[in-house]
C-alpha cells in the first residue's frame, strides 16, 4: 500500500496578502442595491403624475394606480388605516366592491404591471416609497393566474421584484389596486 504525500511550502506572507486584497477588492460589485426609502428623496417621483385623491398616473405604462395598499385610506396626503391581508378570491371580491364603491374600475395588477413599476437601483421596496405610501416589504398578490395548478396564484415581492406564481391562493397577502379607465 502507498501512501502518497504532497508537500506544498507555506505561502508566503507576500502571496497571503496579494491573495486577500484580490479577494476583498471584488467584493464592491457585490454591494447590495440602496433601500428605495433612502434612495428616493421626499417628493422625488420621477415618471408618475399624482392628484390630490390618491391616484398616481405612471407616465411610461400609461397606467393609473391607487397609491395606498388596499384597506388604506389616501387623507391629508398619507395613507390611514392598515393594509388589508386577504386570500386572492377575498382580495379580487374587495376590488370589484372597491370599483362599485368608487364607480371606477378597479383591479389586482398583473405580474407585469407591477413588474414595469420596479426601480432597477433599489430595493426593500422596489417601488417608489415616495409614490406607494405605506408599502408593505410582503407578498402582494397580482391577477395573473399560474399554469401549474388552480390552487396557486401569483405574487409579486415588494423586498426584491421577484414574482412566484406557486402562491397558495388561501393564503393572506396586500394588495395594490390598478384601474382600467
Not at 362599485?100 to 398583473?110: A, M, V
Request: glycine share 6%.
Amino acid at each position: 500500500m502507498f501512501t502518497f504525500k504532497f508537500l506544498l511550502p507555506p505561502p508566503s506572507a507576500k502571496a497571503m496578502l496579494c491573495s486577500l486584497v484580490f479577494a476583498l477588492s471584488a467584493c464592491g460589485d457585490l454591494d447590495p442595491p440602496a433601500s428605495c426609502n433612502d434612495h428616493f428623496g421626499v417628493a422625488d417621483r420621477p415618471g408618475y403624475s399624482l392628484n390630490s385623491s390618491g391616484l398616481a398616473g405612471h407616465v411610461k405604462s400609461q397606467t393609473t394606480w391607487y397609491r395606498c395598499p388596499a384597506g388604506m385610506s389616501f387623507q391629508s396626503s398619507r395613507c390611514q388605516g392598515l393594509p388589508l391581508h386577504l386570500s386572492w378570491e377575498d382580495a379580487t371580491a374587495y376590488a370589484e366592491e372597491f370599483s362599485q364603491q368608487t364607480g371606477s374600475s378597479w383591479r389586482l395588477p398583473t405580474n407585469a404591471e407591477l413588474d414595469d413599476l420596479t426601480e432597477g437601483d433599489c430595493d426593500s421596496p422596489t417601488l417608489n416609497p415616495q409614490v406607494f405610501l405605506g408599502l408593505e416589504i410582503d407578498n402582494h398578490w397580482t391577477s395573473t393566474r399560474t399554469l401549474h395548478n388552480d390552487m396557486f396564484r401569483c405574487v409579486y415581492y415588494t423586498q426584491n421584484g421577484s414574482i412566484n406564481c406557486r402562491e397558495l391562493r388561501t393564503l393572506e397577502h396586500p394588495f395594490l389596486l390598478i384601474s382600467d379607465e
